[in-house]
Nanobody
Framework: VQLQASGGGSVQTGGSLRLSCAAS????????VAWFRQAPGKEREFVAS????????FYTDSVKGRFTISRDNAKTTVYLQMNSLKPEDTAVYYC???????????????WGQGTQVTVSS
C-alpha cells in the first residue's frame, strides 16, 4: 500500500488541524494505520493508531482528549483531527500502515512522506 500524508500547516496555540493519510490499493481495509511524529533532534514517536475495523484506537498520553484518529475505508483514508494544539506538538507527522496496530515504528513497513505541523505560541 502507498500512503500520502497531507493537511499540515502553521497554527497558533489552541488551534486545530486535520491531517489526512490517503492510501492507494484495494487492500486498505486489511491494514492498521498509525500516526507518528518527529521533532528536530528527537526520535520518531507514536501518536495514535487505529485498527482495521476502525473501532479500536490507541493514543499516546500527551494527545489523549485532544487528538482523534478515524478512518473511512470507502475513501481509503485515515484522519487525525488535532485540537487544542500546543507548541510541543510541532513536528513532521508521518502515517504508517501494517497488519497490527502497534506503537513501534519498526513494526510498520509502509510509510507516507510526512507533513509539517508548526504550532506557535
Amino acid at each position: 500500500v502507498q500512503l500520502q500524508a497531507s493537511g499540515g500547516g502553521s497554527v497558533q496555540t489552541g488551534g486545530s488541524l486535520r491531517l489526512s493519510c490517503a492510501a492507494s490499493g484495494r487492500t486498505f481495509e486489511r491494514f492498521a494505520v498509525a500516526w507518528f511524529r518527529q521533532a528536530p533532534g528527537k526520535e520518531r514517536e507514536f501518536v495514535a493508531s487505529i485498527a482495521q475495523n476502525g473501532r479500536e484506537t490507541f493514543y499516546t498520553d500527551s494527545v489523549k482528549g485532544r487528538f482523534t484518529i478515524s478512518r473511512d475505508n470507502a475513501k481509503t483514508t485515515v484522519y487525525l483531527q488535532m485540537n487544542s494544539l500546543k507548541p510541543e506538538d510541532t513536528a513532521v507527522y508521518y502515517c504508517a500502515a501494517d497488519n497490527v496496530p502497534t506503537n513501534l515504528p519498526g513494526t510498520y513497513r509502509n510509510w507516507g512522506q510526512g507533513t509539517q505541523v508548526t504550532v506557535s505560541s
